[in-house]
């Protein structure tokens, strides 16, 4: 459990140029425009909206816990940008759902020559994009009932100081598990089990999400945030979780 800090770490200097790999390069192009229209949409909106709700927060810490304003400040600062930023990137998740999985398939295929036998016609393919896209909406099921309870408790004197940390937190974990998703569905791993063994290496996740966090921050590397996230996850796949999924995708379809 110690190392895997740095498995997280590790994966993302491998994913930089097996992204740039004449085989998998093609795959920058969608995430690249989605999330130039996400940037848009971040700077605009949330910028102009962010310190007025910061300021309304501010209002229900005590008088006898102002030395520690800046602090809750920050992570006020933090927590709500965290939401707002994963609220808009949710559409753009769905969106870019189906090229993410092509995606995490060319990387296990490049590193383990497993194949995958995906029916490549226009039926085939809007089969791949609908199951995608239920992938998508499970995440989403699991994500806003936690968000709003976060949220809620956010409004709440006192408590609203160890919320912020929590938000911070899930938002690492949303993260992880966004990311993680497309190698575990590629490879039929159900998103209850997918979570169950994320939940035992918390701090490979937190590490990855913490990493995802940064990156968003940093102009012009937050374009290439997104495949660089899943060809990540997926070499996290291969080395750490593929093992105890090993035909797991034969075994299920021979009891269906």
């Not at 770490?9 to 920058?28: D, E, M, T």
């Not at 490979?204 to 899943?230: D, H």
Request: aromatic share 16%; with cysteine; proline share 4%.
């Amino acid at each position: 459990m110690i190392t895997h800090p740095f498995a997280a770490v590790g994966a993302y200097i491998q994913a930089f140029p097996l992204l740039l790999s004449s085989r998998l390069r093609l795959f920058l192009l969608a995430p690249i425009v989605a999330n130039i229209a996400l940037m848009v949409l971040l700077y605009t909106v949330a910028l102009s909206y962010m310190s007025v709700a910061v300021d309304e927060m501010m209002g229900y810490i005590p008088d006898w816990m102002s030395f520690l304003n800046w602090l809750f400040y920050l992570l006020l600062n933090i927590a709500i940008g965290l939401m707002m930023f994963y609220s808009f990137s949710v559409g753009v998740n769905i969106l870019a759902a189906p090229f993410m999985a092509f995606l995490a398939e060319k990387v296990e295929e490049q590193q383990t020559g497993k194949e995958f036998d995906e029916d490549m016609s226009f039926t085939g393919l809007m089969a791949i994009t609908g199951r995608s896209l239920k992938r998508e909406m499970q995440k989403l099921g699991y994500f806003l009932p936690r968000f709003i309870a976060l949220l809620l408790l956010s409004f709440i004197p006192v408590v609203n100081i160890v919320t912020s940390v929590l938000i911070v937190l899930f938002s690492a974990w949303m993260l992880s598990l966004q990311y993680m998703d497309y190698a575990f569905d590629n490879n039929k791993v159900s998103f209850p089990e997918m979570r169950a063994s994320l939940r035992e290496k918390p701090l490979l996740c937190w590490t990855f999400g913490f990493i995802v966090m940064f990156g968003v921050t940093i102009p012009f590397l937050n374009l290439f945030v997104m495949p660089i996230a899943v060809v990540a996850a997926t070499l996290l796949w291969i080395k750490v979780f593929s093992e105890r999924f090993v035909n797991y995708a034969d075994l299920l379809s021979q009891t269906r």
